[in-house]
């Protein structure tokens, strides 16, 4: 008896998150089908124009927009940003630099403050 083995697989809402990519920009191709473990690995190792381009300029998803504005992805929707944006969009966000999103910025470094305290402190 021989075995087979089968490259695993994935849908592609989950290959584009494991890309960093909103799924709806990726093209055609690429959200119709499945991608394998392999073609995943291939995409990373020597990303197509396409992927470069979106990890440029975007539409970004949220947790790639709120990375790049520093804050959390809570933080886009208490802001009202529910949509993808654009690299230009965050770009110009970070210029304006309003409140919410300064507001918004020392909650996110409050909470890794919280959190590095939490992991020295021993628990009992």
């Known amino acids: 008896m021989t075995s087979h083995k089968t490259s695993q697989t994935m849908k592609p809402a989950t290959a584009a998150k494991k890309l960093g990519v909103y799924l709806e920009a990726t093209p055609a191709q690429f959200q119709e089908g499945v991608v394998s473990r392999d073609e995943l690995n291939a995409?990373?190792?020597?990303?197509p124009e396409w992927l470069r381009d979106l990890r440029r300029n975007g539409p970004h998803p949220r947790q790639v927009a709120a990375a790049k504005l520093g804050i959390s992805i809570g933080g886009l929707a208490r802001a009202g940003l529910t949509d993808p944006l654009t690299t230009e969009q965050i770009?110009?966000?970070k210029a304006e630099n309003p409140e919410w999103l300064t507001r918004e910025r020392a909650i996110q470094a409050e909470a890794r403050k919280e959190a590095a305290r939490a992991k020295e402190t021993p628990r009992p």
């Open 43 to 47: 995409l990373q190792a020597d990303p």
């Open 91 to 93: 770009d110009a966000l």
